[in-house]
């Protein structure tokens, strides 16, 4: 069976695969927090998931490497398990390479040092940062509650090779 062929998923199913998402919200938050002050629609805009953020912020400071756990477990024990259904491993997958972008900018902006490039430049850059997370994971999340696979140019097709 394909994944253009598979069944509609379960509600179970799309709240499953809309959990990962919360890594790269959490991971793209400090970039948004400049833009959140200004403008606090973008604050509201994360309210729903306030409570997962909160959790997961508590337990990323309390256990060491919780982040570098959570992506294990999730590559070993979803992605790569074939008993669950290809639209979580598909959701999950999706998320993690999101992080993993954000992690890769975020690094980029740690070597920019905002007195030699600018301050405005910087805050620029990361509120773009912030912006993108924050499309990219809103529209994942829309199609993922309707069933459907949430199409992102370059790295949904990275995410169909993973995902088998």
Known sequence: ????????????????????????????????????????????????????IAVYGTLESTIPFFGLIVFFALILLVVRN????????????????????????????SLLDPSLFGELLFSTLSNMLFLGMLISVGYSLVQTFRGLYAEIPTISEAVHMQVR
Do not use: C
């Not at 259904?85 to 975020?106: C, D, E, G, K, P």
């Open 1 to 52: 069976m394909t994944w253009s062929s598979s069944p509609n998923p379960t509600i179970l199913d799309r709240i499953l695969a809309a959990l990962p998402y919360i890594l790269p919200v959490t991971a793209g938050l400090p970039y948004g927090l400049q833009l959140i002050s200004q403008f606090p629609v973008f604050g509201f805009l994360l309210l729903p998931l306030s409570p997962l």
């Open 82 to 109: 074939e008993n669950i259904s290809r639209f979580i491993r598909f959701n999950t997958m999706q998320a993690i390479l999101l992080s993993i972008i954000l992690a890769v900018f975020s690094l980029i902006l």
